[in-house]
């Protein structure tokens, strides 16, 4: 049973705000949300984490509703550079021999001129 | 965040043959994983790399095929045995401290073709 479900690909253009909703309607108490960024030919990089309501770093927010049943991760004014595979990961960051690390199939971004 | 180099960053070689690709990271890192993408794929997480002892490996995954060392807190190496052109992927490895497994920082992958 997979951990997440996010949109398989999205397209938006450059200057908008860029929305990727991620599932996880079986999200654990201790479980936290992160995502990540791939570019071709790179490793994936971390993102942003959060565990409920709002967080926002310098690269992107993350919003979190009440059940945390979801998550939003919300890139403002986005540029070709984004266009990226995004993943969304939930799970406890202690190490818990019982937590499978799980990467989803991911949402590829595509951003047009 | 931690910089992680791997070595080599390609190679093809051919079935039956083995190949260890080398991880090395410039600081001291609790944990080390050992991930496998194939081109236009999610990663699949293949072991942790426990450092002194033997690596917890992934369902689907056996330390014949892939043994694994960690010498020490910074370096580890991972072995493709035996390859199949199935074997054919790009292996990653991430480092972590614990409690913030879900921050983990990778490196640039190994390229591996299997002809």
């Known amino acids: 049973l997979a951990k997440t479900t996010q949109p398989i690909s999205m397209d938006s253009y450059e200057g908008q705000e860029v929305n990727i909703t991620c599932s996880h309607n079986?999200?654990?108490?201790?479980?936290?949300i992160t995502w990540y960024q791939q570019f071709p030919s790179q490793g994936p990089r971390f993102i942003i984490q959060?565990?409920?309501t709002k967080v926002t770093n310098e690269v992107a927010s993350l919003f979190i509703p009440a059940d945390r049943k979801s998550s939003t991760l919300s890139l403002p004014r986005v540029s070709l550079s984004d266009t990226a595979v995004y993943y969304c990961?939930?799970?406890?960051?202690?190490?818990?021999?019982?937590?499978?690390?799980?990467f989803g199939k991911g949402t590829r971004l595509h951003i047009l001129p | 965040s931690a910089v992680i180099s791997q070595k080599p960053s390609r190679d093809i070689c051919q079935r039956g043959t083995s190949l260890t690709i080398q991880c090395q990271v410039d600081s001291q890192v609790t944990m080390m994983f050992w991930y496998r993408q194939q081109p236009g794929q999610s990663l699949t997480l293949i072991a942790t790399?426990?450092?002194?002892?033997?690596?917890?490996?992934e369902s689907g995954f056996v330390i014949d095929k892939f043994p694994i060392s960690r010498p020490n807190l910074t370096f580890s190496t991972l072995t493709v045995s035996n390859m199949s052109p199935e074997d054919s992927s790009i292996y990653l490895c991430s480092v972590a401290e614990n409690p913030k497994l879900y921050e983990q920082y990778f490196g640039p992958g190994t390229r591996l073709t299997v002809t």
């Open positions: 959060g565990y409920k």
């Open positions: 990961l939930v799970g406890d960051i202690a190490m818990n021999r019982d937590d499978k690390i799980i």
């Open positions: 079986n999200i654990a108490t201790n479980d936290y």
């Open positions: 790399a426990n450092q002194g002892s033997e690596a917890t490996y």
